[in-house]
């Protein structure tokens, strides 16, 4: 056993206290020393932590960014969301192939450069984009690419391809990244000016209690997607009981098409540490965590930066501002590729240092969560908006947004549109409204909320952006004509397949089957009835997954089916010989053919 | 106690008790594969769900995971259900077509036609062995590996494991993998050979130098005696 891989792994489990719980931490440890995590290396950890050794695996196993198998000195990852390919990302991509001989998934003969396809990385406003270990890289070209594959053949630094940095706090000392903000439309609440440290004050002269009445006198909800009132989430949660109760903020931003809590943490990093604070004073808790996408590992030296600072003037720490017994950290807890961890029980058992499988519910997090202990997630914006309501009074945010819909939202678009990048807008504004905005207005279709969202027609352009009409997490992505809706479909349907977590039957084995159908229905091998498998695989995997993910794998298609039907049904024809199209005889036959020594008298 | 109505029914069960529970004390039968008494709830298989709430709130659960609540409505075989249950074991039919515990059911459930291309994996990945091995073995020689459809089930790397001491459990509650006996080709999982009807550890009569546990064999039926 080489000594020195015994003596660091060693080393980086003490670091974290031998603690199981510490895993993930653990493990991104050894996979950035080493730049793989073998058998010698989890069973050392195995060892170190006292865990058994199939644990181990099984958490080595399940996120993109840890590999069993030595990986190059460089990784680089390439996104491959659909936004990316309509910007030309093949192109980058055929350029990094030339370049260094290799395909995606693959490792140069010498050992220095490994290239991976990967889902998005939240630079979708700057694609095409790639990860170069953990330096963003935006607005790919061929060119570009021959340049980086070159640069790096000569220094092997990522850093020092980033030639110049982008707006605001991206070439900050600690960030000092080529990624811009383009915040094109700053509103009132959530990039408004804001003075430090005002919010949690005003928050201790009041109780607990009156926190959280504020919060629902301003009727915020989540906006993370699901858009659960935060008031009630909060006060299910202080009503829980348990010892301790801990604050999770959900940074995962895995819906492909949503950039803007990127945003958000590069320049309002302060008012999302406010916002959780403020919900520990709230909540009775004494710790938080921040889970942070392995993809935005560029920011976390800068995020570490502002805890320390905050708890240097007494906004963190014991006796937040003076406030006797009121004491309250955060500790950042990076992702590892995986889309499924921004699924709050998925992110729970993440940051237990366990596969990101989602837990049963109920019990609900609020009511037993990290650890086991009572515990509230909420969205990076969730936690800006929250500072904003403890500064401003609840009835400044209520002045915005819609009815069931109070305050701002921020949009990320991109796609085939003139200015893609982050806007704050009023609730309750019309998709065609949003589509001016961002110069989008001959989009033949809309995906809005990703994904696991829905793709629109222009005939929907009149709806209204809200919890109760076209719900949003934030990803909006236009579609210019010419596009194909199918496949942006399969698109999705390949993305939801690579990052089901594969425990219930329906998400891990409908979502293929359901991809393999609408695949034969687009190269011409469908039948009219077909659309009715599709729609009820869809429906049964829908009402029967077991979390979030799987109850909106199917979207992408039952959407489709409903807004575009007439792409699906000038595809399918009738089968005239009486035979499924997606059938193929001669290759059922073809060993009785072989065998018997003759042809079929039936099927020439 | 917690009252809640099963299919019409009033019932007064302890906090805790799961809706499978209670609806399994009513009489009322409710297919499960994923789960067992025992061991830990799971909720993976997707077959024992049954709808709750009313109107346009009213969807599907896992029986097997969800605890009984206070005026709960809960219906275990509506049109919803059964369809829903259905189309589940036509996928879990479609991913191991030759179990018999899944053909069972799916005759059970009057499914006559296979919708769904066929897979043919030895493993469902309902969990009841890798439950079996830590919860009641206390070994933790198996687990999961991977996710999504490359999820895959098995020993540390696929070697020997250390700690496995052949107990056999994770095998005699496998509901897919009856026919699995690795004696006569131990680098294949499944023999298949009761599956031809000719059990290679009877004929073979090397009964006891494996030290099955499985006697008679679940899979054949037959006894080292007979
Ligand atoms: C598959 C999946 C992925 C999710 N990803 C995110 C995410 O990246 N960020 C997020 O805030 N919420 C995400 N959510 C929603 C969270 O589960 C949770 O509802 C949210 O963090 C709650 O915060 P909120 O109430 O402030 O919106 C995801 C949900 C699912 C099912
Ligand atoms: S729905 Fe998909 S992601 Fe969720 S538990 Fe089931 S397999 Fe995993
Ligand atoms: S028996 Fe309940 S999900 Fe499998
Ligand atoms: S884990 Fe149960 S069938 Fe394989």
């Known amino acids: 056993m080489s000594q020195s891989l015994q003596d660091t792994v060693q080393q980086i489990c003490r670091d974290h206290q031998n603690d199981r719980g510490r895993l993930m931490d653990i493990v991104t440890g050894v996979q950035a020393k080493f730049g793989y995590v073998n058998q010698q290396a989890i069973d050392l950890i195995a060892k170190s932590v006292n865990a058994p050794r199939v644990d181990v695996e099984s958490v080595v196993s399940f996120y993109a960014f840890f590999s069993p198998t030595p990986k190059g000195k460089v990784t680089i990852r390439l996104c491959n969301d659909i936004i990316d390919r309509m910007h030309g990302s093949a192109r980058s991509a055929q350029a990094f192939f030339d370049d260094l001989g290799i395909g995606f998934g693959e490792t140069t003969a010498d050992g220095m450069i490994s290239l991976e396809s990967v889902p998005c990385i939240g630079l979708s406003d700057q694609a095409p984009a790639a990860l170069i270990n953990d330096v963003p890289v935006t607005c790919l070209t061929s060119d570009s690419a021959h340049d980086i594959v070159a640069e790096l053949k000569t220094h092997m630094d990522p850093q020092k391809l980033v030639k110049s940095f982008g707006d605001g706090k991206n070439s900050d000392p600690l960030i000092r990244s080529m990624v811009r903000n383009n915040i094109r439309q700053p509103g009132p609440i959530i990039f408004s000016p804001c003075v430090r440290g005002e919010a949690i004050k005003k928050a201790l002269s009041i109780s607990p209690a009156e926190v959280i009445r504020a919060i629902k006198t301003a009727r915020l909800r989540g906006r993370g997607g699901a858009g659960f009132p935060t008031g009630i989430k909060w006060e299910f949660c202080r009503a829980a009981e348990g010892d301790r109760k801990y604050v999770l903020c959900n940074a995962d931003e895995g819906e492909p098409g949503t950039f803007k809590d990127r945003v958000l943490l590069t320049e309002r990093a302060d008012r999302v540490f406010a916002g959780m604070t403020i919900a520990g004073y709230a909540l009775g808790a004494e710790e938080g965590i921040l889970y942070l996408r392995g993809e935005y590992a560029y920011l976390r030296t800068y995020l570490e930066d502002v805890l320390t600072k905050r708890r240097g003037d007494g906004l963190l720490g014991k006796d937040i501002l003076g406030k006797k017994g009121f004491n309250f950290d955060i500790r950042i807890q990076m992702g590892a590729g995986a889309y499924i961890c921004g699924e709050e029980t998925s992110l729970i058992s993440s940051c237990e240092g366990l596969r990101g499988d989602p837990k049963n519910r109920p019990p609900f997090p609020a009511q037993k969560g990290y650890l086991g202990y009572p515990s509230v997630v909420n969205n990076v914006e969730t936690f800006c908006c929250v500072t904003k309501i403890l500064e401003l009074g609840p009835a400044s945010f209520n002045e915005h947004g819609s009815a069931g819909s109070s305050g701002t939202k921020l949009l990320s678009i991109a796609g085939d549109c003139t200015t893609p990048g982050v806007f704050e807008v009023d609730f309750g504004i019309t998709l065609g409204e949003v589509l001016k905005l961002a110069g989008a207005e001959n989009a033949i279709a809309v995906q809005v909320g990703g994904p696991s969202g829905q793709l629109v027609s222009p005939k929907d352009y009149g709806r209204k952006i809200c919890f109760d009409d076209l719900a949003t997490g934030g990803s909006i992505m236009t579609f210019g004509p010419g596009r194909d809706v199918l496949k942006i479909a399969q698109c999705f349907m390949e993305f939801f397949i690579e990052e089901s977590c594969g425990y219930c039957t329906p998400c891990r084995v409908g979502n293929v089957l359901l991809k393999e159908r609408l695949e034969q229905i687009a190269a011409g091998r469908g039948q009219p009835s077909d659309l009715d498998y599709l729609q009820d695989l869809g429906e049964t995997i829908k009402t029967t997954s077991r979390c979030g993910l799987g109850q909106t794998s199917p979207n992408p298609i039952l959407s489709t089916l409903k807004n575009f039907r007439e792409v699906y049904e000038k595809l399918v024809r009738p089968c005239e010989d009486g035979l499924l199209p997606t059938f193929d005889i001669h290759a059922a036959i073809g060993q009785a053919k072989r065998i018997t020594g003759r042809e079929s008298v039936v099927f020439k | ?226």
């Open chain 2, 1 to 226: 106690m917690i009252t809640l109505t099963i299919n019409g029914l009033e019932v007064s069960v302890e906090k805790g008790t799961t809706l499978l529970e209670a609806a399994q004390f009513l009489g009322f039968p409710i297919p499960t594969l994923c789960h067992m008494e025992g061991l830990s709830p799971y909720g993976a298989c997707r077959l024992c769900v049954v709808e709750i709430g009313e109107g346009p709130k009213a969807r599907l659960v896992s029986s097997c995971t969800y605890p009984v609540e206070e005026g709960l409505k809960v219906r275990t075989a509506s049109a919803r259900v059964l369809n829903a249950r259905k189309m589940v074991l036509e996928l879990l039919l479609a991913s191991c077509p030759q179990s018999k515990t899944i053909q069972d059911l799916a005759s059970a459930h009057a499914i006559r036609q296979q919708r769904f291309r066929q897979e043919y994996e030895d493993c469902i990945l309902c969990g009841r062995c890798v439950r079996m091995c830590a919860e009641q073995m206390m070994a933790n020689a198996i687990g999961f590996r991977g996710r999504g459809a490359k999820r895959s089930l098995g020993t540390p790397f696929d070697a020997k494991s250390e700690v496995c001491r052949q107990c056999g459990g994770c095998i005699y509650v496998c509901p897919a993998c009856e026919l699995r006996c690795t004696y006569t080709e131990p680098e294949k999982a499944i023999c298949g050979g009761c599956a031809n009807l000719a059990p290679p550890c009877v004929q073979k009569d090397p009964f006891d130098d494996m030290m099955c546990y499985m006697n008679p064999c679940v899979a054949c039926e037959i006894s080292q005696e007979s």
